[in-house]
Each structure stands twice: as structure tokens, then as C-alpha cells.
């Protein structure tokens, strides 16, 4: 008996270094998403910056509102959603998928996430021209990032933009078009346990969406677009800053020999 209590003492000890090793690397990647979206194109004024603690509140807390959230798994109680700055109406939604319930295990990212989030789109959870941003608790694989391009074909088939955006988007001239709504990207939580665009390694990338912006790039380096050099659209700092095919991403490189220059990449 005595040997059995020991070991049930151990086994939940093991459990909780296990959960708080999850919650701590929720609790990052929330609070780093918070500061990189809030610095390009999303409006995080109203999104409080949580501790662990809280995170470890909310974490098994589910979606009471919304119940088909709760079938993306638990943590749902860490998403959050932010306006864009230039359109309060558009909307990304960060969604944290598939992490693990008490002491079992996180299964593994299977095609169900694609049927899983167009019942959200179909069901009015989120509006049609929302994007998401998901995170898994593993890495991207090539089997995940194919799941990934079969929901971002899915959610494109047919898709026009709404036309309340529309109207904006021509009234304001906000040089966005329909390539740059209802998009999907994912990652691992362990991409946002630090803020890479921080990295001393890692320059300032800039998306230049608007059709005078790049028509001003490529007069510039006197190239049409598809002479400038690629970035490519699963680049994990391209996808932090939200860039989608056919923008241009301007990144300006610090030299001690030369100073600040900068070269332009499309993503493709």
C-alpha cells in the first residue's frame, strides 16, 4: 500500500510538471501573439495580458456561448479575437487546437480540423471574411501543412468579399483584396515562446499589400514582380505578419558597413 501511494504521489507529481510545462508555453505564446499581431495590421488594445496563473484558470474552462468551439478541444478559454485596425468588422481569431486534458496526451492533427473549422464558417460562428490563426501543440508537418493548403482552398472555393467590406475598402482605399481575408494560418506553439522578430538574426519585414505601394517597389528596382526575388508563403515570419501571395514584403537589413538597405521579396 504504502509502495502504491508513493507511486500515485509520484505519477501526480509528474503530471502537474507536465500541465504547468503546457500552460507555461500557452501562457507565452498567447502574451508574444498579443505584442507581434498588435504591431502590423490587428488592434490588441482590448486583449489583457495574462499571467500563468490566469492561463491555468481559464485553460480547462469551455466555450459556453459557442459550443462548437469545444469540439477544437480544451484550452478554448486562451482564444481570443481581435479587430483589424483599418476594419473593425474583419476579425482574426486565435484558436488553440488540440491540446491535451488533464494527463492525457495531445493526438495527433488528423483532417477533422478541416471539417471541424468550416462548421464554425458554415454556422455563422465566425463571419465569412474572418481569418484564423491556430495553434497546435506540436509541429508543423508536412502532413499538417497539407491539411493547412486543404482549408485555405476549401475556404476560397466561391468566396467574395462581404459586401459592408467592400464598401469600406473602396471608400477608405485600403489596399486590400480578397486573397487577404479568410485565411488560415498554423503553427506550433513553440514558434511564440519568443518574439523572433526580436532576433537580432532576424530583420524588419514590412507587407506592402497595396497595388500603389508595389507598383512604386517595382518602378523602383525597375522589375516587374515576378523578377523579384521569393519569399515564400510557408516562411514562418511571412505568416507572422499575415503576408499572403502576391504582396510584397520590404525588409530592411542593418549593415555596420553600409548602414540600413533594404531589398523587396514577393510571396509566392
Same mark, same amino acid.
Given at each position: 500500500?504504502?509502495?502504491?501511494?508513493?507511486?500515485?504521489?509520484?505519477?501526480?507529481?509528474?503530471?502537474?510538471?507536465?500541465?504547468?510545462?503546457?500552460?507555461?508555453?500557452?501562457?507565452?505564446?498567447?502574451?508574444?501573439?498579443?505584442?507581434?499581431?498588435?504591431?502590423?495590421?490587428?488592434?490588441?488594445?482590448?486583449?489583457?495580458?495574462?499571467?500563468?496563473?490566469?492561463?491555468?484558470?481559464?485553460? *480547462?474552462?469551455?466555450?459556453?456561448?459557442?459550443?462548437?468551439? *469545444?469540439?477544437?478541444?480544451?484550452?478554448?478559454?486562451?482564444?481570443?479575437?481581435?479587430?483589424?485596425?483599418?476594419?473593425?468588422?474583419?476579425?482574426?481569431?486565435?484558436?488553440?487546437?488540440?491540446?491535451?486534458?488533464?494527463?492525457?496526451?495531445?493526438?495527433?492533427?488528423?483532417?477533422?480540423?478541416?471539417?471541424?473549422?468550416?462548421?464554425?464558417?458554415?454556422?455563422?460562428?465566425?463571419?465569412?471574411?474572418?481569418?484564423?490563426? /491556430?495553434?497546435?501543440?506540436?509541429?508543423?508537418?508536412?502532413?499538417?501543412?497539407?491539411?493547412?493548403?486543404?482549408?485555405?482552398?476549401?475556404?476560397?472555393?466561391?468566396?467574395?468579399?462581404?459586401?459592408? /467590406?467592400?464598401?469600406?475598402?473602396?471608400?477608405?482605399?485600403?489596399?486590400?483584396?480578397? *486573397?487577404?481575408?479568410?485565411?488560415?494560418?498554423?503553427?506550433?506553439?513553440?514558434?511564440?515562446?519568443?518574439?523572433?522578430?526580436?532576433?537580432?538574426?532576424?530583420?524588419?519585414?514590412?507587407?506592402?499589400?497595396?497595388?500603389?505601394?508595389?507598383?512604386?517597389?517595382?518602378?523602383?528596382?525597375?522589375?516587374?514582380?515576378?523578377?523579384?526575388?521569393?519569399?515564400?508563403?510557408?516562411?514562418?515570419?511571412?505568416?507572422?505578419?499575415?503576408?499572403?501571395?502576391?504582396?510584397?514584403?520590404?525588409?530592411?537589413?542593418?549593415?555596420?558597413?553600409?548602414?540600413?538597405?533594404?531589398?523587396?521579396?514577393?510571396?509566392?
Amino acid at each position: 500500500m504504502i509502495i502504491l501511494n508513493n507511486y500515485l504521489k509520484f505519477e501526480n507529481y509528474i503530471f502537474n510538471i507536465i500541465k504547468m510545462k503546457i500552460i507555461n508555453r500557452v501562457a507565452k505564446s498567447r502574451n508574444i501573439l498579443i505584442e507581434i499581431l498588435g504591431k502590423y495590421d490587428w488592434d490588441t488594445t482590448n486583449i489583457p495580458v495574462l499571467s500563468e496563473k490566469e492561463i491555468d484558470t481559464i485553460y *480547462n474552462v469551455p466555450e459556453s456561448k459557442n459550443s462548437l468551439l *469545444n469540439t477544437l478541444g480544451v484550452a478554448v478559454g486562451c482564444n481570443f479575437t481581435i479587430p483589424h485596425k483599418q476594419l473593425p468588422e474583419y476579425k482574426l481569431h486565435v484558436l488553440y487546437y488540440n491540446f491535451p486534458d488533464g494527463d492525457k496526451k495531445s493526438t495527433k492533427v488528423t483532417k477533422a480540423l478541416v471539417d471541424k473549422i468550416l462548421k464554425l464558417y458554415e454556422e455563422n460562428i465566425f463571419n465569412t471574411d474572418d481569418s484564423l490563426l /491556430i495553434l497546435l501543440n506540436e509541429e508543423v508537418s508536412d502532413t499538417i501543412q497539407k491539411i493547412s493548403d486543404t482549408l485555405n482552398i476549401k475556404l476560397k472555393s466561391g468566396y467574395e468579399i462581404s459586401e459592408s /467590406i467592400q464598401t469600406i475598402i473602396n471608400e477608405k482605399s485600403i489596399g486590400l483584396n480578397k *486573397n487577404h481575408f479568410r485565411n488560415v494560418f498554423i503553427f506550433g506553439v513553440s514558434m511564440f515562446q519568443v518574439n523572433l522578430l526580436k532576433h537580432e538574426l532576424v530583420p524588419e519585414h514590412i507587407p506592402i499589400r497595396d497595388e500603389a505601394g508595389k507598383s512604386k517597389i517595382l518602378a523602383r528596382c525597375n522589375a516587374t514582380i515576378d523578377q523579384l526575388p521569393i519569399i515564400s508563403k510557408y516562411d514562418n515570419i511571412g505568416k507572422m505578419i499575415g503576408l499572403v501571395p502576391g504582396d510584397i514584403c520590404k525588409i530592411t537589413r542593418i549593415s555596420e558597413k553600409c548602414g540600413d538597405y533594404e531589398y523587396f521579396r514577393v510571396c509566392k
